[in-house]
T-cell receptor, first 116, second 113 residues
Framework: AQKVTQAQTEISVVEKEDVTLDCVYE???????LFWYKQPPSGELVFLIR??????QNEISGRYSWNFQKSTSSFNFTITASQVVDSAVYFC?????????????FGTGTSLTVIP | DAMVIQNPRYQVTQFGKPVTLSCSQT?????MYWYQQKSSQAPKLLFH???????NEADTPDNFQSRRPNTSFCFLDIRSPGLGDAAMYLC????????????FGPGTRLLVL
């Protein structure tokens, strides 16, 4: 079973539309961490956010916001008023545990295209 | 300011000809990772170093080796590249373990002819 599921393989939106990227994770650990990374066409993975399992507070950073819901094991990412520069592949990731041997899982990614 | 640097950005090699990719970091992080990413796929962890301790993923082929001579540098050696090894290779660092944020370099795109 996938530890991190990003059901949306590809999304296209018109510039200025809002878009939500879904992420569902699976873990039995009580301590875990969730991440979002952006990978633009240049290839570099850019860190966006890290959230620990004890902090369910939603977060907003400019046009970006994240909705963490442990009840549904989801950590969704919303871009408000999308821009062409938001076009990229977005990866959700899960890290379980809190020692050097812990596991890290990427989702399969969602490719977002923002059409001008 | 570059924090994780990878050289070269593009590397062309011939089938079976050894190749080395390099990564350096200015973050003074303890952990360095090498990932392989093929087209339209998520990055796949090959191995990582926690300080000098090498940790190989179970399914990483023996063809892939790594060296970390000091805190700042880490190398990926592909002893006999095959056509299937053509991919983007990403280096990342984190302060301690994988529960910490990983910071990625720009990647090296490897082409095998």
């Amino acid at each position: 079973a996938q530890k991190v599921t990003q059901a949306q393989t590809e999304i296209s939106v018109v510039e200025k539309e809002d878009v939500t990227l879904d992420c569902v994770y699976e873990t039995r650990d009580t301590t875990y961490y969730l991440f979002w990374y952006k990978q633009p066409p240049s290839g570099e993975l850019v860190f966006l956010i890290r959230r620990n399992s004890f902090d369910e507070q939603n977060e907003i950073s400019g046009r970006y916001s994240w909705n963490f819901q442990k009840s549904t094991s989801s950590f969704n990412f919303t871009i408000t008023a999308s821009q062409v520069v938001d076009s990229a592949v977005y990866f959700c990731a899960l890290s379980e545990g809190s020692n050097t041997g812990n596991q890290f899982y990427f989702g399969t990614g969602t490719s977002l295209t923002v059409i001008p | 300011d570059a924090m994780v640097i990878q050289n070269p950005r593009y590397q062309v090699t011939q089938f079976g000809k050894p190749v080395t990719l390099s990564c350096s970091q200015t973050l003074n992080h303890n952990v360095m990772y090498w990932y392989q990413q093929k087209s339209s796929q998520a990055p796949k962890l090959l191995f990582h170093y926690y300080d000098k301790d090498f940790n190989n993923e179970a399914d990483t082929p023996d063809n892939f080796q790594s060296r970390r001579p000091n805190t700042s540098f880490c190398f990926l050696d592909i002893r006999s590249p095959g056509l299937g090894d053509a991919a983007m290779y990403l280096c990342a660092t984190s302060r301690t373990g994988r529960w910490e944020t990983q910071y990625f370099g720009p990647g090296t795109r490897l082409l095998v002819l």
